[in-house]
């Protein structure tokens, strides 16, 4: 059985950083294509940060710079450091699991996480 599971999220002031992690169980993010994705209130959920087996890391353009995503190498277990956060990185973080080549939203999902940015 697939489970993910995310952790690391919290309230930060702006400018301050988290690190988000993603414990999977079931399937290993060195066989699958890992991905971060968040939804504010009122607001589509969007991309933020994928990371492919075999190619380089993906990231949506407000975040390139203060964003990395990595995976642990045993493949367990995916991270999202966030920098400088911004009030607009506010959300529930979502991380995902799929097999290359087909959408996340055939994947499998975490519960999320919740980020809030303050000033």
């Known amino acids: 059985q697939v489970k993910l599971v995310e952790s690391g999220g919290g309230s930060v002031q702006i400018g301050g950083s988290l690190k988000l992690s993603c414990a999977a169980t079931g399937v290993r993010f060195s066989d699958y294509c890992g991905g971060w994705f968040r939804q504010a209130p009122g607001k589509a959920r969007e991309d933020v940060a994928t990371?492919?087996?075999?190619?380089?890391?993906f990231y949506r353009q407000s975040v390139k710079g203060r964003f990395t995503v990595s995976r642990d190498s045993a493949g367990n277990t995916l991270h999202l450091q966030m920098n400088s956060l911004k009030l607009e990185d506010s959300g529930v973080y979502y991380c995902?699991?799929?097999?290359?080549?087909?959408?996340?939203?055939?994947?499998?999902w975490g519960q999320g996480t919740q980020v809030t940015v303050s000033s």
């Open positions: 995902a699991a799929v097999r290359c080549g087909r959408d996340f939203e055939s994947g499998y």
């Open positions: 990371l492919h087996t075999t190619a380089g890391p």
